[in-house]
Structure formats: structure tokens, C-alpha cells
């Protein structure tokens, strides 16, 4: 358009309909491949938030066994069968717990610890942690895979038990060769096109855990510590399935 009659210094501004076309186009472009990274980096950045949020869930538990002289327990509720699949079902549960005494506890009580103030588990927002499907907290496309055999201390299957110094009271026979309990976490959006993709945490004796990217123990990454992607943070090592 024009803001003037034609003459020697008329200017033209806006823009023509070819430009206006060309624009359009480019930014139709720049948004379809976008979309198309966006869309596969969201599964994993959900199966990354999962596997981080689990090794936080071992932190917070070894932290609290110390700071309150007795024992804890993540318990493995619930894992999926197919987590190596690409249907649209996810599934994975996990409890926080906290024992009534330093060794042997009897009874447990969801996180946050309320019961022994009187008496009564009434608070038990913190305690469990579903992130499948039909949960609010879901996590669509990532699932907790199975982690094989856990016996735990005292014949708590499937428990990672904490002591009061912080390391896991679980019998030797439920870590791996390497000394870790393995628990992972898979994207079912990267099934469904053929790529296999996971985070697994790896939980010493120690009671410290860290999360690796598609298995790759003791790899550096630089400024990163040892054995995880670029996008992870470190906090130690782990084994084991369920």
C-alpha cells in the first residue's frame, strides 16, 4: 500500500500480498518442525522427570531414616508388563514410607510422618506417587518397568528399606553384580516408533542413587559427573528390577 500519490518520494509500506504469502509459508514451515521436535521431546522429558523425581523419592527417604533414627521404605507398588511396548497404556506406582523403629518396624505409615503425633496416619498426601493412567498426577507415555526379584529386609518384597546411617538394610541377594538396585523408567512414545528409550536409576548400598540414559553406566559427561545425558543431574548409583 501506499501512503502517498505516486511522485519521486512517495514510500511504500506494509507489505504486498506476495510477502504476506511468503511469511505465512515460512512460519507454517518453522511450526511443522517444531511440533515434530516438541512431540518427541515431551515423552522424554517425562520419562527423564520420572526417573529424577524416583531418585529424589531415595534422597528424601535415606535423609529422613538419619534425621529421625528409624527406618524408611520406597515399596514398588505396581509396574508395567508391557512397559517395553508401545501401546497407550502406562502404568507405575511407589510408596514413600517411615518405620516405627530404627530396625525391625512393625508398622509404617505414609509420608509425610504424622502418625506419631496421635497415633493416626491421617496425612497421606506425600505417601504415594501414581504415575499412570487415570492418575492426576499421570505422566502420559512412561511407565515403571519391571524390576525383577527385590526379597528386602525381613521379607518385605519389593521395599528398599533405609537405616538410621542412610545405607539400604536389603539382604545382598537383591543387588546386581555391580552393587546397584536398578529401577526404570521407559518412553512408550519411543517404542511406537521403533527407538528403545529409558532412564534407569541406580541405588547403591550407600543408599545415594543417580539416573543414566539408555543404560549408559560409567560414561562421562563433561560437567555433568559420571553417567548421565546432558540433561540429567547426578546423585550416586543403583541396580536390581521388579
Not at 501414581?130 to 507415555?141: C, E, F, H, Y
Not at 533405609?162 to 536389603?170: D, E, H, M, T
Amino acid at each position: 500500500m501506499r501512503t502517498c500519490w505516486p511522485g519521486p518520494t512517495c514510500r511504500r509500506s506494509g507489505f504486498t500480498l506476495v510477502e504476506l504469502v511468503l511469511t505465512v509459508a515460512i512460519v507454517g514451515m518453522l511450526l511443522v518442525v517444531g511440533w515434530g521436535s516438541l512431540d518427541r521431546w515431551l515423552p522424554r522429558y517425562r520419562t527423564r522427570h520420572a526417573a529424577i523425581e524416583f531418585a529424589n523419592a531415595v534422597d528424601h527417604l535415606r535423609i529422613l531414616a538419619v534425621s529421625e533414627n528409624r527406618q524408611t521404605a520406597l515399596y514398588l507398588a505396581d509396574y508395567d508388563p508391557d512397559a517395553e511396548s508401545g501401546n497407550d497404556l502406562n502404568i507405575g506406582v511407589y510408596w514413600r514410607l517411615a518405620g516405627n523403629a530404627a530396625r525391625g518396624s512393625t508398622t509404617w505409615e505414609f509420608l509425610p510422618t504424622d502418625a506419631q503425633h496421635d497415633g493416626s496416619d491421617d496425612d497421606q498426601s506425600e505417601g504415594i506417587v501414581d504415575i499412570g493412567a487415570g492418575s492426576p498426577t499421570r505422566l502420559k507415555d512412561v511407565s515403571l518397568a519391571g524390576w525383577g526379584t527385590i526379597g528386602g529386609p525381613d521379607g518385605l518384597a519389593d521395599h528398599l528399606v533405609f537405616s538410621p546411617f542412610g545405607w539400604l538394610a536389603n539382604p545382598n541377594s537383591d543387588f546386581d553384580s555391580h552393587g546397584y538396585v536398578e529401577i526404570r523408567f521407559t518412553n512408550k512414545a519411543a517404542y511406537r516408533e521403533g527407538r528403545a528409550e529409558s532412564y534407569t536409576v541406580r541405588i547403591a548400598r550407600s543408599g545415594f542413587a543417580r539416573v543414566d540414559f539408555n543404560d549408559s553406566q560409567f560414561v562421562s559427561v563433561s560437567g555433568h559427573g559420571h553417567g548421565v545425558d546432558a540433561h540429567t543431574r547426578v546423585e550416586s548409583a543403583s541396580s536390581g528390577g521388579g
